[in-house]
């Protein structure tokens, strides 16, 4: 594949492997532009996955929002069938969590703010995406997110009885409902987004389980273990939003992902016209970084010292996220590629 040129594109080189095919970078020749592709494995083209693949690409093209992966086409040529996405640099909130375990409080926050911002974007087009997890979630070079891979999205109405039944997503990260096969609405990907802010506040998650039956059995009766168990001095909002988030009960949740948002700007005064915070997801030096990234938060000062006056507020001496690695240059990641190391029952 590599060196081919196909339709108006010429493949560069291999991103990698998702769960229905391989992902490639590629130039389009006519726009001249890089592009991700991602090309169905033809050693998956059952009806079923075929219908999949469409999916995804039909749930993208209705989505039209700067925190979500842009498709461009879906085309066959000869046994093939691609789908040409936006391509995005950067890495997956996976390999950042993997790498600096917990984040600055701040960070989580912004975080968590521009995920929910997609999701009430796609939540009322009718798409609710099913496999929300840090895989899925693309940090860019540039500092914002792009929630990829709409693989598993379950389109409202008659889309959804596609499904066949079958669950479908990662269970450390699937709501009771999910796991239980039962019909799911945008509170299961809120549950997603809980068990994501859990892990971003603590680096790790409110569930362990050797194996994905054990996985699935915690998501359904038992509770997360209190943030404290893993970190020491967050603000008493954190386990509250966290717990309503993870309620068992979906009518116990956020109802909406403009309501999570409300509560987090209400709790840690964020508004949206000012979350300018750019993440730096590259090699550079810490105190540089740090100092960048406060005079693009002009407000975060003022929020310290009322914190401080509150006796609450970050508990991160530096409160930035700054690879401490190998430099992003020259490196990229596909929108719809998820990183799909790790525990079975977590992160398969």
């Known amino acids: ?28 020749e006519t726009l001249d532009r890089e592009v991700a592709i991602k090309v169905l494995n033809p050693a998956l083209a059952d009806a079923q996955t075929i219908t999949r693949f469409r999916a995804e690409a039909t749930a993208l093209a209705r989505l039209n929002h700067p925190a979500i992966a842009t498709v461009y086409e879906l085309f066959r040529h000869d046994a093939d069938l691609l789908m040409v996405m936006e391509f ?3 890495e997956t909130l996976e390999q950042l969590c993997n790498r600096l375990g917990a984040l600055p409080l701040d960070d989580a ?22 496999d929300i997890k840090p895989a899925n979630i693309m940090v860019t070079v540039g500092g914002g997110i792009k929630v990829m891979d709409f693989g598993t999205a379950g389109v ?16 450390a ?11 799911l609405d945008g509170r299961a990907d809120l549950y997603a987004v809980g068990v994501v802010f859990y892990r971003l506040l603590t680096g790790a998650l409110p569930f362990e389980a050797d194996t994905t039956v054990a996985m699935v059995q915690k998501q359904i009766a038992d509770a997360p273990a209190p943030l404290r168990v893993y970190r020491e001095g967050l603000p008493a909002w954190c386990e509250e939003t966290v ?3 993870l309620a068992k ?29 750019a993440l730096t997801v590259a090699s ?31 508990v991160s001496p530096t409160g930035t996220i700054a690879a401490s690695g190998a430099s992003l240059d020259g490196t990229a990641a596909c929108a719809t590629f998820a990183d799909r190391e790790g525990c079975a029952a977590c992160e398969s």
């Open 1 to 28: 594949m590599i060196g081919r040129t196909i339709a108006q594109y010429r493949i560069v080189e291999p991103l990698g492997r998702g769960a229905m095919g391989i992902v490639y970078k590629a130039i389009d």
């Open 88 to 90: 995005v640099r950067g």
């Open 109 to 130: 926050e912004y975080l968590i703010d521009q995920v929910l911002a997609a999701l009430e974007h796609a939540h009322r087009a009718g798409i609710v995406h099913c």
């Open 156 to 171: 409202r109405e008659a889309e959804q009885a596609a499904a066949g039944g079958h669950v479908m997503g990662t269970p």
């Open 173 to 183: 990260y699937m709501a009771p409902e999910q796991v239980l096969g039962h019909r």
């Open 243 to 245: 717990r309503r988030a």
């Open 249 to 277: 009960a979906s009518a116990e949740r956020f109802q909406t992902a403009e309501e999570f948002r409300h509560a987090l700007h209400t709790r840690t005064g964020i508004v949206i016209a000012e979350a300018t915070m």
């Open 284 to 314: 550079a030096e810490p105190d540089a970084v740090a100092d960048a990234h406060e005079r693009r938060r002009p407000g975060r000062a003022a929020r310290r010292e009322r914190d401080a006056a509150a006796g609450t507020g970050d």
